[in-house]
């Protein structure tokens, strides 16, 4: 990687030249032109104002120094392989009387190594507390870093030493281990100007080691008999827990033909009152053991269905033959009586006949006893 930076001069007969940017390693074109020129020379120095070309002519044994163009109005040497050693202040010098010159600096980048990840345990157990401190060296200017959990960036703490004309860069992470950092990539990046193309990081993936941790998960909400279900025993630990067991209220499982066991899970091929209680799954590791219990009921099967308590949603109708019931003197809606009905109403009426005869005999009895005392105060 190469830049220029323009340095500015008087047209005519004085150089013109430019400030250069370079990587370690790279290749470094210094130009010197001149606008007018008198057939005078032109000449090149390094830092340390030894002559490097004059006009077409080398002055100094370097194998890395080659010339590029050399004219009356421009030379152009190339250093190839560049070290920061080359990097200061070069000289064009134009010969006329008096001598005049034009000043190029020439700066080199240094090439921050690749990071290296210190600090980290294989496997790491959870509830650690681990410093990961990633470094770089050789980067001029100081490079920087950054640390990533997976594609997330995290916050480090960042150091910079000088070491000559370079620097080395370290980086310190703070981790508190837990289950969740098992199998995360934690990843240093450089990020520095001279790595434009090709960026520089480093990256490590931790293992932790934790016990274990179990729950159990079932097929069915709601047990009944006769039906199948399923208990499954899932268990998280790393290493991975050893194969769980089965128990019944303490003990072991009763029935072996209609309770399976594969693997994690157990199984009921068909449900009875007898399969109530609780069982458990128990898993470990070497760094602990964990269980989880489900308590079994098991429901009778439903014969009738239960009486609904939702109101209907539209009304239902008197039943006409309730309405014979409370009517039944009307001669319109005598049909389909029951027989006894006519009879019983024969006798009602005969009863109502009787007292009205009655009522009229006492009222006739007293309107002639009330004549009869009339007539006697009349005399």
């Not at 006329?96 to 345990?121: C, Q, S, W």
């Not at 109502?352 to 005399?379: M, S």
């Amino acid at each position: 990687m190469a830049s220029k930076g323009k340095v500015r001069g008087i047209s005519g007969q004085y150089p013109l030249v430019q400030n250069m940017t370079v990587t370690e390693g790279g290749t470094a074109n210094l130009t010197c032109r001149v606008e007018y020129n008198d057939n005078t020379s032109l000449q090149w120095s390094n830092p340390a104002q030894q002559t490097l070309f004059f006009g077409d002519k080398k002055a100094l044994r370097d194998n890395r120094i080659e010339l590029v163009r050399a004219s009356w109005s421009e030379l152009t040497i190339s250093i190839s392989d560049v070290t920061l050693s080359d990097e200061g202040m070069y000289t064009c010098s134009l010969f006329t009387m008096p001598v005049r010159t034009a000043k190029a600096y020439l700066t080199v980048l240094g090439v921050p190594e690749k990071p290296e990840i210190d600090g980290l345990t294989k496997p790491a157990m959870e509830g650690d507390h681990i410093t990961l401190t990633c470094i770089t060296q050789g980067s001029k200017p100081a490079a920087d870093l950054r640390w990533f959990r997976n594609e997330k960036e995290v916050k480090g703490a960042k150091e910079v030493n000088a070491s000559g004309k370079t620097f080395t860069v370290r980086s310190s992470l703070q981790l508190h281990v837990d289950r969740n950092d098992d199998g995360v990539a934690y990843t240093c990046k450089v990020d520095h100007v001279a790595l434009t193309q090709t960026p520089q990081q480093a990256t490590e993936v931790l293992e932790v080691h934790y016990a274990p941790r179990v729950e159990i998960i079932h097929s069915l909400a709601v047990p009944q008999e006769g039906q199948y279900l399923k208990l499954e025993c899932v268990s998280k630990g790393n290493p991975s827990p050893d194969p769980v067991m089965w128990t019944k209220d303490g003990g072991e499982l009763p029935d072996l033909d209609r309770m399976i066991v594969e693997g994690r899970e157990l199984t009921f091929t068909s449900l009875n009152k007898t399969d109530n209680g609780t069982y458990r799954c128990e898993a470990s590791n070497h760094l602990g053991t964990s269980n989880a219990e489900y308590v079994l009921y098991v429901y009778d099967v439903p014969t009738t269905l239960p009486p609904s308590t939702t109101p209907p949603l539209h009304p239902i109708p008197p039943d006409p033959t309730a309405l014979l019931g409370t009517h039944a003197s009307d001669p319109t809606v005598t049909g389909n009586r029951d027989p006894n009905a006519v009879g019983q109403h024969g006798t009602d009426h005969a009863l109502i006949g009787g007292v009205v005869a009655v009522v009229v005999f006492v009222t006739l009895c007293l309107i002639i006893v009330l004549g009869r005392y009339l007539a006697r105060h009349k005399g």
